[in-house]
């Protein structure tokens, strides 16, 4: 296992961290207009916030994973003395929020693609555009939670076999005995022994993987599918309905969506997929690999803000402006920190007409 002191530093500082960048973000979003941009901004700060609820989840767990070659069992750290039912829903909890971020993002795809493929389908949406898209993601939401939520109640949840199964791998690697803490937390368990001395699938770990695979997949097959049509629209496009600046504001927020998949994949989504596939296939990989792999999922929460700040002009203007402002005693106008200014010099009213 890694180190507790270790361990906990990374947590809380991880933590700390995923609060300022999306506390910043969030004040950016909600200060800064931009009409390019549009509604876009609430699935963005929507994102915000579930970043900040999974990193809450990951300061109130300090999750841990210790991997088997038939399987792994989830459980947090800090919640080891508390009573068994906190731990598991706890776990639960974790699950639910991180797969999320999956949601949103595919939402983030849908949304660009509606902006600038101009389906037909969009037409749906022309009154009461907030309501609608609101409404939709809404139930999106919902039904993903409660598929979630049955994928774990199929194959995860505390059993006396999974106890005893994990019990030596748990006391070797992590000192914790299961039996004396009585514990909650998440386990899987694809084959056992049979009678012969072979392993026998367990059909109830085999749905429950399908289901959690088959749901982010849905997800991946949105983001892969809305960035080729999108592509393909920026390239084309050469007539009026979408003006040259418009264009770039569309790229750019492009780039950001493509950054954004691609640093959750290697901090979060690969480890996941890891997690999942080495005693799927037999691998055993006990120690401290299992923590090593959840640790890294806590790490995007914190530097997703970050991205979108890079990556929106408006946004980056805006925070260039602050720093000159809080660097220089000098400069005047201190009230375009809220974004009230309306001085055609200051870079924030450049940053509205330009993007």
Not at 69 to 76: K, Q
Not at 161 to 187: M, P, R
Request: hydrophobic residues 50%; aromatic residues 16%; charged residues 10%.
């Amino acid at each position: 296992m890694i180190p507790l002191l270790i361990h906990q530093t990374f947590t809380y500082g991880t933590f700390v961290l995923s609060l300022i960048t999306n506390a910043i973000f969030i004040w950016i979003s909600t200060t800064t207009i931009s009409d390019s941009i549009g509604r876009y901004r609430y699935l963005m700060i929507g994102f915000a916030v579930m970043d900040v609820l999974v990193s809450i989840t990951h300061l109130i767990l300090m999750p841990g994973i210790q991997l088997t070659s038939v399987g792994y069992i989830f459980f947090g750290y800090h919640l080891v003395d508390k009573p068994p039912i906190i731990g598991t829903w706890a776990g639960v909890l974790f699950v639910v929020f991180f797969y999320q971020t999956f949601i949103i993002l595919a939402f983030h795809y849908i949304y660009r693609y509606a902006v600038v493929c101009e389906p037909r389908w969009r037409n749906i949406f022309t009154k009461h555009t907030t309501f609608w898209w609101s409404f939709i993601s809404t139930v999106v939401q919902l039904l993903y939670t409660f598929g979630y939520y049955e994928v774990v109640q199929i194959g995860f949840m505390p059993s006396e076999y999974k106890a005893a199964h994990y019990h030596t791998v748990l006391v070797t690697n992590t000192g914790i005995d299961i039996s004396k803490f009585d514990f909650g937390y998440l386990a899987i368990i694809f084959r056992k022994l049979n009678p012969s001395g072979g392993e026998t699938w367990q059909m109830d770990a085999i749905v429950a993987i399908f289901g959690a695979l088959s749901f982010f997949g849905l997800t991946a097959v949105v983001i892969v599918i809305c960035s080729l049509l999108i592509l393909r629209q920026l390239r084309i496009s050469k007539s009026t309905l979408i003006s040259t600046q418009m264009r770039k504001t569309q790229q750019a927020l492009l780039k950001a969506l493509i950054v954004q998949t691609v640093i959750p994949s290697i901090f979060s989504y690969i480890p996941l997929g890891m997690i999942f596939l080495v005693p799927f296939l037999g691998f055993n990989m006990t120690g401290m690999y299992g923590d090593l792999m959840i640790m890294s999922c806590a790490v995007f929460p914190a530097i997703d803000p970050i991205i979108m700040l890079y990556f929106v002009r408006s946004y980056r203007t805006r925070i260039a402006y602050i720093w000159r402002v809080l660097t220089n005693p000098n400069l005047t106008h201190v009230q375009q920190l809220n974004g009230s200014s309306t001085m055609s010099a200051s870079p924030i009213s450049e940053s509205r007409r330009t993007n």
